[in-house]
């Protein structure tokens, strides 16, 4: 799978898990005209899904979808034998069947309570699908699974949502506000919005300082009339020792005598 697509997948399925809830495994509902298409394409369905989702899913059909096909007799045999790998889901119309595109219309009406993934090879099932909000889409386009974007509806429901839960936090904020007056008489005073200023230039968009260029002064200057101070020599005394010195003053008292 190319890094674009897997990229594709991520961010649409992000997208059905921050704001209608699915989780980990996701259910795919599939039915008899996507197993046709893996038929004739050779593709192994549950291989090929979840190597597209890259995560732990519940393959699912219904009973509906089976008795369909079997009715339509041995020319769908092989896509009635890839149908029937999958988990039978319990769908309401056991006693009395209804065609298999009612079927899963009817598990995902009402917001799609379940989160269901519809798999599907239908073009009157998939529009039927991008008008219930929170519906993601699977279809086999050529022989390679793909997931349709999620639907305008299913964007303007999240956006709504969104809107909404900031508003409603907008609504405790102001709650609290109240509460607090009246119980502490004060107010929370929200913090006036200081605008950064710059403190300066910013260093490192600045050029360094040039030092001053420190030449030796050529040998010949070098001198009593060069303009340096010369280093004076410092003289060291000889330290004499405590009784010679004694010894000396001791002669000189004798000769002064
Ligand atoms: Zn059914």
């Not at 045999?77 to 790998?85: E, Y």
Request: proline fraction near 6%.
């Amino acid at each position: 799978m190319k890094i674009t697509q897997k990229r594709k997948v991520n961010r649409y399925m992000s997208f059905f898990r921050n704001n209608f809830g699915f989780r980990v495994p996701y259910q795919v509902l599939i039915d008899g005209t996507l197993c046709l298409a893996a038929l004739e394409g050779q593709v192994r369905v549950s291989e090929q899904l979840i190597k597209y989702f890259q995560c732990e899913l519940k393959l699912l059909t219904t009973q509906c979808v089976i008795l369909e096909m079997e009715k339509l007799g041995s020319s769908v045999n092989g896509a009635l034998s890839i149908c029937k790998q999958f988990a039978v889901h319990k769908c309401g119309h056991e006693k009395k069947p209804v065609s298999a595109s009612k079927c899963l219309e009817s598990m995902i009406t009402n917001n799609n309570p379940n989160r269901y993934i519809i798999a599907t090879q239908d073009p009157s099932l998939r529009e039927v699908a991008r008008t219930i909000p929170g519906t993601p889409i699977l279809y086999l386009h050529i022989r390679s699974p793909t997931l349709e974007k999620p639907s305008q509806l299913s964007s303007e429901l999240a956006g709504f949502n969104i809107q909404t839960s900031i508003q409603s936090q907008g609504c405790t904020m102001e709650r609290l506000r109240q509460i607090k007056k009246q119980e502490l008489g004060t107010d929370i005073k929200e913090k006036p919005f200081k605008r950064r200023k710059p403190k300066g230039p910013n260093p490192l968009s600045c050029k360094k300082k040039k030092k001053k260029a420190n030449f030796r002064e050529p040998l010949e200057n070098v001198g009593p009339s060069s303009s340096q101070p010369q280093r004076t020599k410092r003289r060291r005394r000889a330290k004499i020792a405590e009784h010679i010195r004694q010894e000396l003053a001791a002669r000189l008292n004798v000769s002064k005598v």
